[in-house]
């Protein structure tokens, strides 16, 4: 697979809230950062984790803007919505994947705020 399939692969599969596809393409020691350098969560486990209470929200959905691909590194435009404590809400995601060996290794978020 191509960095850019791996990363598709993964918003496939969070689109359809199966953390089991999901976390095919997550190395075991990934890294999930939000942007330049704050450590949001390491590894399968915390990874797994963070995204089970978030697959059970109802009006999930990540709609991909633009994909950006330079070797290994995938940079994706999101549209997501989510559901927050405020309610039903959308928020503009710019994520920057690494991936080596077919799966992700590190990734970068840089959100706007919700829109409701």
């Known amino acids: 697979m ?7 692969a993964q918003l496939d599969a969070y689109n359809g809230r199966d953390i ?4 095919r ?7 999930m ?13 915390a990874i797994r984790a963070r995204h089970a ?25 999101e549209r997501v919505t989510r ?6 809400g959308e928020i503009d995601v710019i994520g920057i994947y690494e991936v080596k060996d077919a799966k992700i290794t590190r990734v970068w978020f840089i959100s706007g705020p919700p829109e409701f």
């Open 2 to 8: 191509t960095p850019s399939d791996v990363v598709k």
């Open 20 to 23: 089991d596809a999901f976390m």
């Open 25 to 31: 393409y997550w190395a075991d020691d990934a890294r």
């Open 33 to 45: 950062y939000a942007h330049p350098d704050t450590l949001l969560c390491e590894g399968h486990a």
């Open 53 to 77: 209470d978030r697959f059970g929200e109802a009006d999930l959905h990540a709609r991909l803007i633009d994909r950006q691909v330079i070797g290994d590194t995938v940079i994706d435009r």
């Open 83 to 88: 559901t927050f404590p405020e309610g039903r």
